[in-house]
């Protein structure tokens, strides 16, 4: 039985022409056919074959009175070179994406509050004027450390809210603030907490209470709030990354939570209570890795959204 030889044997000999007469003798069933489409003659196909066979060890054809047909290493072969040249194919179609800033998909981390609620104005100016443009938004409720799905290439960027200090992320990641929110207590605009003239947080205490977990830091500041006044932090009864839950439990559940100002900005039927944070930043960031190039379609992209941002559309 014959044995194969190793890769980096191959690799050093193994030429991409001589794959593509393989494949067009294999297509024509003719040596002589293949050489007058390469424009050769038919001992060159010939000497060429035997080469390709000598490298990878196996006979790859069966010559016959009617022309040749590959053997069962030439078929296994001939499969895996058609795979490969599809793979090149699409490579090619790839770069045409990435010279083209105008065509292309973008994927993009973030929570569905950022998503459905901040970049709706955006995304439609940005999809009317590039249509060709692609985008698909993941949800990610909170950045990690490790923001694995940038890593495995999985998004392109990551747009989130911020509760962890920036330099946290590690040096393999670009952290860039678009803008700098705020925390504040919301409860529904017809709820008897937005009709009351007179509100401190020791009438909050009992709630009800929703909003997202611990560690974001919408309900880190809140805590804070109530423990700076000697009051116990108030239990969250539903504890909820979902904007559109949170939304119907504040407008028809008479709950309280609290939240970005930007968001509550953007979501009609809340109301902000007259309540002192303490101070704090809640920065809005976009998070890439660094080292890595971006295509022109996400440059173009972050570009919108950061002018976006500075006229004070997103907050």
């Known amino acids: 039985m014959p044995k194969a030889p190793s890769e980096a044997h191959v690799s050093r000999r193994l030429r991409f022409r001589d794959l593509q007469v393989f494949l067009a003798v294999v297509q024509c069933g003719s040596m002589g056919k293949a050489a007058t489409e390469f424009g050769i003659t038919q001992p060159s196909v010939s000497e060429l074959i035997s080469g390709l066979e000598s490298t990878v060890g196996f006979r790859l054809l069966d010559r016959n009175a009617q022309g040749v047909e590959p053997t069962v290493y030439g078929q296994a072969l001939v499969k895996r070179a058609i795979a490969a040249f599809d793979e090149l194919k699409q490579g090619l179609r790839d770069l045409e994406y990435i010279a083209n800033p105008t065509v292309g998909e973008i994927r993009i981390g973030c929570p569905d509050s950022v998503a459905a609620v901040i970049l709706p104005a955006m995304i439609r100016g940005f999809c009317r004027d590039f249509p060709g443009i692609a985008l698909r938004f993941d949800q990610v409720p909170t950045p990690t450390l490790e923001v694995p799905e ?63 977990p611990r560690e974001t830091m919408a309900t880190i500041v809140l805590e804070r709030a109530f423990r700076a006044g000697n009051l116990p932090p108030p239990k969250l009864e539903v504890t909820t990354f979902s904007v559109p839950l949170r939304h119907h439990l504040l407008t028809v559940g008479g709950f309280l939570t609290a939240m970005p100002k930007s968001l509550l900005r953007l979501s009609a039927g809340l109301k902000a209570l007259p309540i002192v944070l303490p101070p704090h930043s809640y920065p809005v960031a976009v998070v890439t890795v660094k080292n890595r190039t971006l295509s022109p379609v996400v440059e173009l992209f972050l570009d919108r959204l950061r002018r976006f941002a500075s006229i004070g559309i997103v907050a």
Do not use: C, M, Y
């Not at 603030?177 to 529904?188: N, P, Y």
């Open 150 to 212: 940038l890593h495995s290439r999985k998004l392109d960027i990551v747009i989130a809210w911020l509760s962890i200090p920036r330099d946290q992320f590690g040096d393999n990641l670009n952290v860039e603030i678009l803008f700098d929110d705020e925390v504040v207590i919301a409860a529904g605009r017809n709820s008897h907490w937005a009709r009351r003239r007179k509100i401190g947080l020791a009438d909050l205490v009992e709630g009800p209470w929703t909003g997202p």
